[in-house]
């Protein structure tokens, strides 16, 4: 039986994580309703549109949270993947259904808005 090399990392950059429940703030529903507005953007490129004054690596550990389990709210688009130097570029963005949800909850998209 051949032993398996350890991983360095629990989790590749391209799988989901586990993390706690976060409790939403203004600066998510910024977040979400850009990603909702725009569609897949990268994290570049969220940074300039919620907040530029905050630091990119802040913001990145937020994007994390937004993505793990239990929360779950945006996804990571599965194109990047294939991209040229894909380990080097920032990382895409993209609302989910359930990242939709809270902004109905919350009251920043209406149901006439978008359709489940």
């Known amino acids: 039986m051949e032993d398996q090399p ?3 990392h629990k989790y590749s950059r391209w ?3 586990e993390a706690r429940p976060i409790q939403i703030i203004p600066r998510d529903l910024d977040i979400l309703h850009k990603l909702f507005i725009h569609g897949a953007l990268s994290s570049d490129m969220l940074h300039q549109l919620v907040s530029p004054r905050i630091t ?3 913001l990145s550990h937020r994007f994390k949270n937004l993505h793990r389990k239990p929360n779950a709210f945006i996804d990571r688009p599965p194109q990047q993947k ?3 130097n894909a ?3 920032p990382l ?3 609302i989910n259904p359930k990242g939709i949800q ?3 909850d919350f009251g920043r998209v209406t ?6």
Not at 111 to 116: G, Q, T
């Open 6 to 8: 350890k991983k360095y």
């Open 15 to 17: 799988e989901r994580g």
């Open 56 to 58: 990119l690596k802040s």
């Open 82 to 84: 294939g991209v040229y």
């Open 111 to 116: 149901s006439a808005a978008y359709r489940i």
């Open 92 to 94: 895409a963005y993209a």
């Open 102 to 104: 809270v902004l109905k």
């Open 87 to 89: 380990h080097y570029r």
